[in-house]
């Protein structure tokens, strides 16, 4: 019966009618300076309740094994990520679809947190110190893959980038510092400050989120006509590829003991791929990629599958597995 909640739920459909809005044509935007808002808002807003809600509960088992689960997730996933897509887009473009399909999308984790809070299901505060530790570690293994196929076909790149600065672009971009930050204010300040932002963190979040989303779907409709151009094969990929890592994320939340609302937000995070911190990082790790490739599979693809599919599927599997 909860299942249903979800595909009416107002930030889904109108990330349905942003697609829509785009498709038809309609002459519907959202000023650039709103979107760039509304992103800080958002990480912000997830950051300072999640280190709120972890200072009320503590560190225990559960956050112990769910940070295990998802760090070891960031830096395998780009493994077969980039095994699968080297041939078809060669190893930059398959370095950089490693990084972003490791790494994780916040908003498709603000979107399954939403849908948890409305479906009254409970979920660990950690799991936003889960999602900040998993956005950096699959860049760095993408780069040692990237290098290393490059050894071994002999292929002459002067111009590589210092470990110095990707380990800065991966670790102290501005979307991973504001959340990481946050994080950690809301650790020390804990419900003191919380209730001195409470309209802010609470009453305020699921208009803006409404709002983030509608954007979302405009640019993934707008996306999605150029990718369609590359074949068939790549858009597969993003499909097919995310409820596999959801799936492996349930088995291991099963095997950790975690209850249905951290399973499905681990599936979730194993699912999604990065369309902001990566490509930050990417521009300059890895500037031979073709940003068209890396972007169009996480935003028109994997991230619209993963929101109006993907994330009642891992809440089902959740409830099969860990219920």
Known sequence: MDAPALSISP??????????????????????????????????????????????????????????????????????VFALLKRRVG??????????????????????????????IGYGGHMVAVMALMESPAIVVSIILLRRAQKAAGEADAQQTGWGTIMHEAFLNGPVLLLLGSLVIGLVTRERGFEAFKPLCKDLFNGVLVFFLLDLGLLAARRL????????????????????????????????????????????????????????????????????????????????????VGIPLYLAGARALCG
Do not use: C, E
């Open 11 to 80: 930030p889904v459909l109108f990330f349905v009618l942003g697609m829509i809005a785009t498709l038809v044509r309609s002459n519907l935007r959202v000023p650039h300076a709103v979107t760039k808002l509304m992103s800080l808002y958002l990480l912000w807003a997830i950051g300072f309740t999640g280190g709120v809600k972890i200072a009320q509960s503590g560190l225990g088992r559960d956050a112990l094994v769910s940070i295990a689960i998802g760090m070891s997730l960031a830096a395998l996933l780009p493994l077969a």
């Open 225 to 308: 006509r150029g990718f369609i151009a590359r074949g068939w094969s790549l858009i597969a990929f993003g499909l097919v590829f995310p409820p596999i890592a959801g799936g492996l994320a349930l088995v291991l939340a099963k095997l950790g003991g975690l209850g249905v609302g951290d399973a499905t937000l681990l599936a979730t995070l194993a699912a999604s791929a990065s369309y902001i911190a990566v490509p930050a990082a990417a521009r300059i790790a890895i500037p031979k990629a073709d940003p068209s490739v890396y972007i169009g599979l996480a935003l028109a693809v994997t991230f619209p599958f993963n929101v109006i």
């Open 91 to 120: 190893i930059h473009d398959a370095a950089a679809s490693a990084a972003a399909f490791g790494s994780v999308s916040a908003v498709t984790f603000l979107t399954a947190s939403s849908m948890l809070d409305a479906l009254g």
